[in-house]
């Protein structure tokens, strides 16, 4: 099949997704021909939250050419190492701990992690807290940047802390002044055509906006794809319970640690992001569980902040599109789906969805083989993300509250889910049945997942616990952290705001 000619692409909605996914597909058409349109209503705004990243975004602005130097002091951001999880776990010893991003120096140190992991779930006193084993955790905690002195080139993967109105901002800029046209206005109405393809958009102003491809990013509303499509909704209610968030930035009161921290609450978690000019907060909980009102106490009382600042209550509609292509409708963003910001995947799956489209619509446009394989893989991307952050509830050791008990008593889960619990308690391989599911192609490594089982002290009770026959070959938890120390020493501190 020949390549397509590079389409008219008409982006409704000036988000952060509106803005990446418009970035990503002038670069890959803009200078052959292609053009792209921007649609966004300054009236309705964006949602304006969703300050954290994955090494995705690293990859993105990479992929443009864009350098740091040039977009994070414009967008107030920090570095990010990975995750800091606390108050998931009342078992001792697991009050707190880090979930990293990779890199090249963990390849020595996570064998000996999985190694006492495997001999920890069964039963043998041995260390195996992922605090000791990662790198990341290490330059976190030592308030170090990720880019290492030249004289060391292993530096982790990392990702970013950003203000998502600068974000947008930043990208409209970038865009525009690249031949991307941005018409701020408001949609009305949905043209279709005969055979049930988008034709146009009809604005408020009168203009009427045709393209070949119509990318839905109108957040939550979802006008095209959900609202004029008709493409059905995968609602995830019934495995994360989460539908509210609460948020509220404060100023820094410490120094930054360049990581997100995810504190485990009443009715759900709250997370604080260090930003160069503020701190991001915000508690995503469940309506079921906690109202709008005791939620924002809650928070404001952990923040300290019970007295002053206005706090923001948004809903959230968790779940995704079966199609995330339907006709010649792309939907990105939030028009797509929501998982829950816990792992902060949403932009991660805007970029792969924009750069997969891309690749697939070259390889042959509009074909039914297509559409399909790219909603498969789509599809597949948001199951793998959903069933790693349900596991987050699923296996959590806190008996306070109806709402965690309820959640460890969850039975609606995936098979692959259920797979991989039962494969941990059962000492089989969970790296192996990890890399065989989702097509084969999971969202999260081995190591992830055992850093969360582990984090949690998904092992036999303490007291059950036996000392390590001789003979017994153990990892050598303070060999690995002199060296992961010495390896932190190559790396300058970090002190962005
Ligand atoms: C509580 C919370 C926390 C989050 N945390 C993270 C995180 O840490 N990391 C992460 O990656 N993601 C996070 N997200 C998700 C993230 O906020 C979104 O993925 C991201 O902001 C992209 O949103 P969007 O562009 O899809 O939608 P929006 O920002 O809502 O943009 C929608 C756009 O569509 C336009 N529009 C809508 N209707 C019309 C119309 N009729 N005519 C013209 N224009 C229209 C609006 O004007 C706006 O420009 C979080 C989300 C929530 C709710």
Redo the contacts with the bound molecule.
């Keep these: 099949m020949s390549t397509p000619a590079p389409p008219r692409v008409v982006v409704?909605?000036?988000?952060?997704?509106?803005?990446?996914t418009a970035c990503l597909l002038h670069h890959q058409w803009g200078e052959r021909g292609g053009s792209v349109t921007v649609?966004?209503?300054?009236?309705?705004?964006?949602?304006?939250?969703?300050?954290?990243?994955?090494p995705q975004?690293k990859a993105f602005f990479e992929h443009l050419g864009i350098a740091e130097a040039d977009w994070m002091p414009a967008c107030d951001a920090t570095y990010k190492l990975g995750i800091r999880f606390t108050g998931w776990s009342e078992r001792t010893g697991c009050e707190s701990y880090f979930h990293p991003f990779p890199g090249p120096v963990d390849l020595h140190s996570e064998p000996g992690f999985l190694h006492n992991c495997a001999l920890r779930r069964r039963g043998v006193d041995v260390p195996a807290h992922p605090d000791d084993w990662f790198l990341a955790e290490a330059l976190s905690e030592g308030r170090k940047s990720p880019i290492p002195e030249e004289n060391f080139p292993f530096g982790p993967s990392y990702g970013y802390?950003f203000d998502?109105h600068k974000l947008?901002a930043f990208l409209r800029d970038w865009a525009t002044k690249r031949g991307v046209t941005h018409r701020a206005?408001?949609?009305?109405e949905v043209e279709l055509t005969p055979d049930g393809d988008v034709a146009a958009?009809l604005?408020?102003d009168g203009e009427r906006i045709e393209g070949d491809i119509f990318v839905d990013?109108?957040?939550?509303?979802s006008?095209i794809a959900q609202q004029r499509l008709g493409a059905p909704f995968i609602p995830f209610g019934e495995n994360l319970f989460n539908d509210r968030?609460v948020?509220m930035p404060t100023a820094h009161r410490e120094p930054v640690k360049p990581q997100?921290d995810s504190i485990a609450m009443s009715g759900g978690w709250r997370?604080s992001?260090p930003l160069t000019s503020r701190v991001g907060n915000?508690y995503?909980y469940s309506s079921k569980y906690i109202s709008d009102e005791d939620a924002e106490a809650e928070l404001r009382k952990a923040i300290g902040m019970e007295d002053q600042g206005d706090a923001r209550v948004?809903?959230?509609r968790v779940g995704r599109v079966a199609d995330s292509w339907t006709g010649n409708c792309l939907a990105?963003?939030?028009?797509?789906g929501?998982i829950?910001?816990l792992e902060?995947?949403?932009?991660?799956?805007?970029i792969v969805t924009a750069l997969d489209f891309a690749r697939a619509y070259e390889s042959g446009g509009f074909t039914a083989q297509n559409r399909e394989e790219f909603n498969w893989r789509i599809a597949a991307k948001y199951e793998g993300i959903r069933d790693y952050i349900v596991a987050h509830y699923r296996l959590n050791q806190r008996s306070d509250t109806a709402y965690w008990r309820d959640n460890a008593a969850n039975h609606a889960l995936s098979d692959d889910l259920k797979a991989m619990m039962t494969a941990w308690f059962t000492h089989e391989d969970i790296g192996r049945l990890n890399a065989e599911q989702h097509g084969g192609n999971p969202h999260y490594a081995n190591m992830s997942w055992h850093c969360l089982f582990a984090g949690y002290g998904t092992f036999p009770p303490q007291a059950k616990m036996q000392a390590p026959p001789p003979g017994l070959h153990i990892s050598d938890v303070e060999q690995t952290r002199a060296m992961l120390a010495a390896c932190a020493s190559n790396f300058p501190d970090y002190a962005p705001a």
């Design positions: 409704l909605g000036g988000g952060s997704a509106g803005w990446i649609v966004e209503s300054p009236e309705i705004g964006i949602i304006g939250v969703g300050e954290g990243s994955t975004l802390h998502a947008g206005t408001r949609v009305e958009l604005c408020d990013c109108s957040g939550f509303r006008l968030a948020v997100t997370w992001i915000g995503v948004l809903q959230m990105a963003g939030l028009s797509q929501f829950e910001p902060a995947t949403a932009l991660h799956i805007v």
